[in-house]
């Protein structure tokens, strides 16, 4: 069997549990096959050299660790500068937060390079490499420019926007078209081969050849999407634990006279927390018979605090939680509960369970894992509704939960009440169908799916 080896931008020791997201799906893919993972150390070196970085390696179980270090210059216009104020925003429908004039660009080229310079000599000839988002769409060009001839698939975990929006990144064409040196590309929904396959035949003036096959550049690959999903039973395991069964039981008592609304996000502008507090005011407003009793709990973790988008989203949502709190609540009753930390992993089902509502009504999202989880962390017998943004990835798969539109705040509200008036049989009908779907493709089913398609591509001379 080949051995796989996968490279993202972070890397997290498998035996350890990790915040859900990417290191959850990578991790449990090298800890069923062994392999190699490499990335970034997480070390930023003041005053190193750029296009430099020592490479540490570390045997984790079955699981070699090959993480490099960044210089400062490297780190902050590769990480902050290219991957998080371009790449991210503009893949998010976000021009009005992206920055293009910073020269970022040398950054990411220069730590591409690096990485591909120093993850070739720990190659073997039948590796299968699996490349991760968005912080390495050249990583396979750079590498075939160095003679790398094993096969590389690519995932993409956030979506790919339409063909006019990826139009106004300067470097569009040669993004696009490093796409182009994989084997495989994966997305998350089929929306995004739709603007995939648009860019292809209108802006690259390329080729469908059916069956997810898009010649351009001269050179054939395949693009599909691949669905990521969750480990449904570590997910279940973890609800009938210990910590999630006492989060859930001080849920109830703390809450027993409320109908919890629960929102568990990274504090980012694509989640749409501040338009979703908004609908929540609109609930209150116009169905009054929730006051008192319905209350929003939005936890909300810090994330890239050092880019400025992000403060200013946290002052918007400060500001509107407060003053929701100071409109409508009562001595015995507040709204919003808005907690800015991370919820420890263990305890995420039992508040997921306790909660009526599950709120995750992003503007635009790869696919959304959190949607999965409350789904999962529901009592069968007396489950919660999901409400889910028609623009999260899931939302393909998530057919019935209340799809939402969340820049409409009036709908939303509509749809939350709505979620909170559904009748028992509806709920236990809707979660059934859900949970079948997010069991059949679970992040085990992904994996193997992907590797399948990897595997199995043609390869192109190119
Ligand atoms: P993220 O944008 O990080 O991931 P998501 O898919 O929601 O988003 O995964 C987040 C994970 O972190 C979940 O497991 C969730 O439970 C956990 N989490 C989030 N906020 C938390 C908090 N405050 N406290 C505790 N846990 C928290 C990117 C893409 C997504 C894509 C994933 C996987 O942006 O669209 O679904 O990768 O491909």
Redesign the pocket.
């Known amino acids: 069997m080949p051995r796989l080896v996968v490279i993202s931008n972070r890397v997290a020791d498998p035996r350890k549990p990790a ?4 290191a ?2 990578v991790g449990e893919s090298l800890q069923q096959s062994g392999g190699l993972w490499f990335g970034w150390s997480g070390t930023i070196v003041e005053d190193g050299p750029t296009g430099e970085g020592e490479l540490h390696k570390h045997q984790a179980g079955k699981v070699m660790l090959a993480t490099l270090d960044l210089s400062r210059e490297d780190h902050d216009a590769y990480y902050l500068g290219y991957s998080n104020n371009v790449l991210w925003p503009v893949f998010h429908d976000r021009l009005d937060l992206a920055n293009f004039e910073a020269g970022y660009i040398g950054g990411y080229r220069r730590v591409n390079q690096l990485f591909a310079r120093k993850l070739l000599p720990l190659l073997r000839d039948d590796d299968i490499l699996w490349v991760h ?1 968005y912080h390495l769409i050249p990583l396979a060009a750079e590498l075939r420019a160095m003679g790398c001839r094993q096969r590389i698939g690519f ?1 993409l ?3 790919l926007p339409p063909q006019i929006i990826m139009a106004a990144i300067p470097q569009h064409e040669w993004l696009m078209r490093s796409l182009f040196a994989y084997d495989v590309i994966g997305f ?1 929904a089929n929306q995004d081969v739709q603007h995939f396959e648009r860019y292809v035949l209108n802006e690259a003036n390329g080729e469908s050849l059916g069956h997810d096959m898009f010649r351009a550049w001269g050179n054939t690959v395949r693009a599909s999407a691949f669905p ?1 999903g ?1 480990d449904v039973d570590e997910f279940e395991a973890l609800t009938q634990a210990k910590d999630a069964r006492d989060m859930y039981t001080t849920m109830k008592d703390e809450y027993s006279k409320r109908r919890l609304l629960l929102g ?5 502008y ?2 749409g927390i501040p338009q979703r507090v908004r609908a929540f005011r609109e609930l209150l407003a116009h169905y009054p018979e929730n006051r008192r009793s319905a209350t929003l709990i939005q ?3 810090p ?1 890239r605090e050092d880019v400025n988008a992000y403060g200013d989203i946290r002052r918007e949502l400060e500001s509107l939680c407060g003053a929701i709190n100071g409109d409508y609540g009562e001595l015995d009753w507040m709204p919003v509960r808005y ?1 800015h ?5 263990k305890r ?1 089902p039992g508040l997921c369970r306790a909660a009526a509502v599950g709120l ?1 009504t ?1 503007l635009r ?7 999965k ?1 409350y789904v999962v962390a529901q009592d069968p017998e007396d489950p919660g509704v999901l409400v889910l943004s028609r623009f ?3 939302a393909e798969q998530l057919k019935e939960a209340l799809l939402v539109n969340p820049y409409d705040t009036h709908g939303t509200a509509e749809t939350v009440q709505q979620a909170l008036q559904m009748p028992l049989e509806e709920r236990r009908a809707r979660h059934k169908k859900l949970l079948q779907r997010i069991r059949e493709q679970d992040v085990h089913w992904w994996r193997k799916t992907f590797l399948q398609a990897l595997n199995d591509a043609p390869r192109d001379a190119g």
């Not at 915040?19 to 990417?22: Q, S, V």
């Not at 568990?264 to 980012?268: A, K, N, S, V």
């Not at 999202?365 to 949607?371: C, E, P, Q, S, Y």
Request: hydrophobic fraction near 55%; avoid cysteine; proline fraction near 4%.
């Open positions: 915040a859900g997201g990417l959850v799906a988002d995932f975990h956030i979506p998350q990521i969750i568990i996000d990274r504090l980012d694509s989640k936890i909300a973790s994330t907690i930390r991370m919820v420890a992993r995420v995750v992003p999202d790869g696919m959304n894992l959190v949607a989880e999260a990835g899931a």
